[in-house]
């Protein structure tokens, strides 16, 4: 099956369990799914179900959400579409990293094959996007870059960003205004008991961010030497 045949729903559908999935060891639920594509459990039951009986998605009520073999298949090629897109659309069109989430979203439903795979071939297939989430090759394989959440790392840690979640654009501005990005190295110092927050000091010693949880838990990090 191509993911031409199937709905933009359940196509959304599929690259939201995708999602889920790729940076959380927590069960995927309907809960989970029903926040991330906007729409009532109601609405993403009935779609499970479909899902399930189109051999996409292996679901029971109340149980964990699994993709099938073909369903995950499909659901790599959508993500490979989104990421594509949002890469074009920063290296070549001057988007913004906080603009390109909601523009792809539209524009991986209406591109073909041969347009992602040109795509891929005009940007020197880009293992990663813009923030940092893996491209998959065309065969899909999908190479995730070995890290961890932000939130884990210990007071003392110089580390790397590699990945920033792209679902809080105004976080992404945040960030950026204040120069972190994916590749950028960063010392994690703790700011003392109560805080609640760390502060990530940029490279070159000059600059120190104070982070919270609901930042730190959108970083994910490379460990390197301590500081």
Sequence with gaps: MSVAKLSVSHQNYLRAIWNLGEWSADPVTTSAVAAQ?????????DALKRLTEQGLVAHSPYGAIELTEQGRALAVEMVRRHRLIETFL?????????????EAEHLEHAASDF??????????HP????????I???D???????????????????????????????????FADNGIGVGVPLDIH??????????????????SVALGQTATDAVWVSLSHNA
């Design 37 to 45: 594509v906007g729409l009532r459990q109601s609405t993403v039951s």
């Design 127 to 134: 293992a990663r996007d813009p923030h940092g989430d893996p």
């Design 190 to 207: 703790s700011s003392g008991p109560y805080s609640e927050s760390v502060q990530a000091v940029l490279d070159d010693g000059a600059h």
């Design 140 to 174: 899909g394989t999908v190479t995730s870059p070995d890290a961890v959440s932000l939130s884990t790392v210990p007071d003392g840690t110089r580390v790397r960003v590699e990945r920033i979640s792209d679902r809080d654009s105004e976080l992404l501005r945040f």
């Design 115 to 124: 347009m992602i795979d040109r795509l891929d071939d005009l940007l020197g």
């Design 90 to 102: 920063v290296e070549t069109l001057g988007y913004r990293w906080d603009q390109v989430h909601d």
């Design 136 to 138: 998959p090759a065309r």
